[in-house]
């Protein structure tokens, strides 16, 4: 039998992990990933300057980033969370791993979350050390998502969500990898500031159905390190090669998972699954058509960021409950 404690547990850190997602979309969305020039401290304060005899000395220590108060804190808050969490999966791991005898009790994934939130504690060292290459912000952007999938699992097979296979698996499987991309492409959006590129224009693109774009340039992966990515680094038509390949992936993804969501409608054990994510996915479309046509502003952006995580809990559980119990 499981442990109440470790489901509670679980529960609690996907709570958590989407709660650090937001954090972070939030603080870099207001342009406070640099808040804090250093790791894993705050100008060498635990929290952050505060005091005017602190500011004065963090200022002279780094005179090319002068202290902020307001977003330092966002980028220290968002640490202190991601540090509760990876504390909290730690203890999981380690429970999951003291029970590991027991047949219901999830252990792989919460083991292997553990591990990787080690990977993704260095992302978030790089994202800052390495001033906000693009690779990196995307990186960690992934990273928590795929923290937050793994959590999730472990929570639900803790709960007992199970089930037969009704639908195919494959379909369940090509449609988080779709999703999974498309976050990738959103990062790559963001970490290059090139949700603006098309102006607020939706469909259309600066006016246009095919504006001048670069493409070549535009996903270059690696450029270097040493260079001060804040505010992008790249010319328009490389950043609106960036945004109409999000935009167009997007038309993909949307008719593969709205397909799946008809499918689980039509079953009724899975109906609540699909209703969930048929409306997560109109949602979603919504706030990236708002965030063009409203020229980003922080709520929607944000809330866009935390309803992708939602999408990808619900076709992480209606895999969970397409999935037969471990025999």
Not at 116 to 143: E, S, Y
Request: proline fraction near 5%; charge should be positive; aromatic fraction near 10%.
């Amino acid at each position: 039998m499981i442990s109440p404690l470790f489901r509670r547990l679980a529960w609690f850190a996907v709570v958590l992990v989407f709660g650090v997602i937001l954090l972070g979309a939030y603080t870099r969305l207001s342009h406070a990933g640099l808040g804090c020039p250093d790791w894993p401290g705050c100008y060498g304060e635990i929290t952050w300057p505060q005091h005017e005899a602190e500011v004065a000395a963090a200022n002279a220590a780094h005179p090319e980033r002068p202290v902020e108060a307001s977003k330092a804190w966002k980028e220290m808050v968002h640490r202190y969370f991601a540090g509760l969490l990876m504390l909290t999966t730690f203890v999981l791991a380690a429970l999951a791993w003291r029970n590991r005898a027991h047949l219901p009790q999830p252990r792989r994934a919460v083991v292997f979350a553990a591990a990787f939130i080690l990977f993704q504690a260095a992302l978030g060292m790089w994202t800052v050390t390495w001033k906000l290459k693009p690779i990196v912000v995307m990186g960690h952007l992934l990273g928590g998502l795929a923290t937050m999938a793994l959590l999730s699992w472990t929570a639900l097979r803790a709960s007992g969500v199970q089930g037969e296979a009704t639908l195919r698996r494959a379909t369940l499987v090509v449609a988080i990898a779709l999703v999974s991309f498309q976050i990738a492409l959103g990062g790559w959006t963001s970490a290059n500031y090139a949700a603006l590129a098309c102006g607020i224009d939706y469909p259309q693109c600066l006016g246009q159905w095919w504006p001048r774009t670069d493409f070549a340039e535009g996903f270059v992966l690696w450029r270097g390190i040493g260079v001060d990515y804040e505010g992008g680094v790249l010319d328009g038509p490389s950043r609106a090669a960036i945004h109409l390949a999000h935009r167009w992936f997007a038309v993909l993804v949307a008719g593969h998972v709205l397909m799946l969501a008809v499918r689980a409608i039509r079953l009724p054990r899975l109906a609540v699954h699909g209703w969930a994510i048929a409306a997560l996915l109109v949602l979603q479309i919504t706030l990236g058509i708002l965030n063009v046509k409203l020229a980003l502003p922080l709520h929607v952006a944000t809330t866009h960021n935390g309803v992708a995580a939602l999408l990808l809990f619900a076709l992480v559980a209606l895999l969970a409950r397409n999935t037969p119990a471990p025999r």
